[in-house]
């Protein structure tokens, strides 16, 4: 078994008006990757990338052992693949999409797939033209779990999905990892998602990562101190503020490498501290673009 589903080494992808800028990342076996960015950061690219529907114009691609895009043929029938715009047959049932299915792909889990249109309160008999939004992008999920794929690709897999068939798609991805050796790579604009499902976290901006890596180990390392300060000291200066705000006695301040020993340092430069907050992924992820953009080093 490899101990890395992907690995991504200086990949770059030039378009007229964007360009994916030499980007390396791995995917360990058995995690499940929450990948991060604005509209047109440049996720859907990476992702066709790793699917061999685009070609890199340089870089290593390596997606379950395999080469891409040269075998992405031995790839793709390990690989579940799920976004907003796949086709499925309008005039066909969702039974003879399963039935197609099963055809093709020899792992293809029958008894799986009868408790997923029990779990997603889909109907196998029903046209795919007569289904709602939220049971399309479910009947799809379906189609692709039921494959029980090695690596599990979703494009905004919980975009248009109301709350409660939110929370059905996210158990249904977190019981696929009870499989240790399958692995899930998720986009998302949907930082409460990513936050409650995935162990590791990418940002991706403007083509570029600016972030990977483990969720605990991000969201451990950002904190927001509320801090009371003395006329004359100017918090910018000291170590570690990425942003501040407040211009009186009391302040605060957010970093994203927070320590006991920072605390310490602030407190002998003579700053109060009043509290010690964590951040949401969410926050994260907005400060993260916004350091970026105002050019400091994250
Ligand atoms: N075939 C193409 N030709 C030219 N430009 C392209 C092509 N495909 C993508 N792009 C450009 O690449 C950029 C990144 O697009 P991409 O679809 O990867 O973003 P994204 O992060 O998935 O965005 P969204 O969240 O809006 O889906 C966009 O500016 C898009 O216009």
Redesign the pocket.
């Known amino acids: 078994m490899n101990t890395h589903a992907v690995e991504l080494h200086q990949v770059g992808k030039r378009?007229?008006?964007?360009s994916l800028n030499d980007i390396s990342l791995s995917l360990p076996t058995g995690s499940i990757t929450g990948f991060i960015?604005?509209?047109?950061?440049?996720?859907?690219?990476?992702i066709r990338i790793l699917l061999g529907l685009?070609h890199q114009d340089h870089g290593s691609v390596q997606v379950l052992g395999q080469t891409m895009p040269e075998q992405q043929v031995l790839a793709k029938r390990e690989i579940g693949y799920v976004s907003e715009d796949m086709r499925l047959y309008p005039k066909a049932s969702l039974a003879w999409h399963m039935q197609f299915i099963q055809s093709i792909y020899p792992n293809w889990d029958q008894a799986y797939a009868e408790q997923l249109l029990k779990r997603f309160d889909l109907r196998a008999e029903q046209k795919i033209k007569g289904l709602s939004h939220g049971q399309r992008v479910k009947a799809t999920l379906l189609l692709a779990l039921a494959r029980r794929p090695k690596l599990l690709i979703l494009?905004?897999p919980t975009t248009g999905l109301d709350p409660v068939a939110r929370q059905e798609v996210l158990t249904a991805l977190i019981e696929v990892l009870a499989d240790e050796d399958r692995t899930i790579l998720f986009?998302s604009?949907n930082t409460l998602d990513v936050e409650q499902i995935s162990d590791q976290v990418v940002f991706?901006d403007q083509?570029s990562i600016i972030e990977a890596r483990s969720k605990e180990d991000l969201l451990d390392a950002w904190r927001r101190l509320r801090v009371r300060v003395a006329a004359d000291q100017t918090v910018a200066q000291l170590p570690n503020v990425l942003q501040h705000q407040g211009h009186g006695q009391l302040q605060t301040i957010i970093t994203n490498r927070y320590s006991p020993e920072l605390q310490q340092t602030y407190q002998q430069a003579g700053l109060e501290i009043q509290a010690v907050e964590l951040l949401t992924l969410e926050e994260i992820f907005v400060a993260s673009i916004q350091a970026r953009r105002e050019g400091k080093n994250l």
Request: net charge neutral.
């Open positions: 378009y007229k008006y964007f960015g604005v509209n047109g950061a440049g996720k859907s690219t990476t685009v494009d905004e986009s604009h991706i083509g």
